[in-house]
């Protein structure tokens, strides 16, 4: 069974940067799309960004673009999410989470979670 682990979080600066890694285990990912998810306390999940481990499909919530990249190293069996100008706004825990079925449906595989921290 496929198991996700997520790291990378942690307390950064505005402006700052994170890398967040979610390295996959049991199985391969190549079937899967690997989607970034966040939940801040007392708001909602919300999908953050989404990499198909097969094609070049990706994509970006608005207020993420041109901030945050997606990526993947299907030899290493990961996903990666790159966070630039970090806002506090961006304050919550990332998850990442596999579907065999696509970004926008529903995801099988979670990983536990990497709280990220955005404060001066």
């Known amino acids: 069974q496929l198991q996700l682990v997520e790291s990378g979080g942690g307390l950064v600066q505005p402006g700052g940067s994170l890398r967040l890694s979610c390295a996959a285990s049991?199985?391969?990912?190549?079937?899967?799309?690997v989607g970034w998810f966040r939940q801040a306390p007392g708001k909602d999940l919300q999908r953050v960004s989404c990499?198909?481990?097969?094609?070049?499909?990706?994509d970006y919530r608005d207020s993420v673009k041109g901030r945050f990249i997606i990526s993947r190293d299907n030899a290493k069996n990961t996903v990666y999410l790159q966070m630039n100008s970090l806002k506090p706004d961006d304050t919550a825990v990332y998850y990442c989470?596999?579907?065999?079925?696509?970004?926008?449906?529903?995801?099988?595989?979670w990983g536990q979670g990497t709280q990220v921290t955005v404060s001066s």
């Open positions: 990499i198909s481990m097969r094609t070049d499909y990706i």
């Open positions: 989470a596999a579907s065999a079925w696509g970004c926008s449906a529903e995801y099988d595989y």
């Open positions: 049991g199985e391969t990912l190549d079937y899967y799309v």
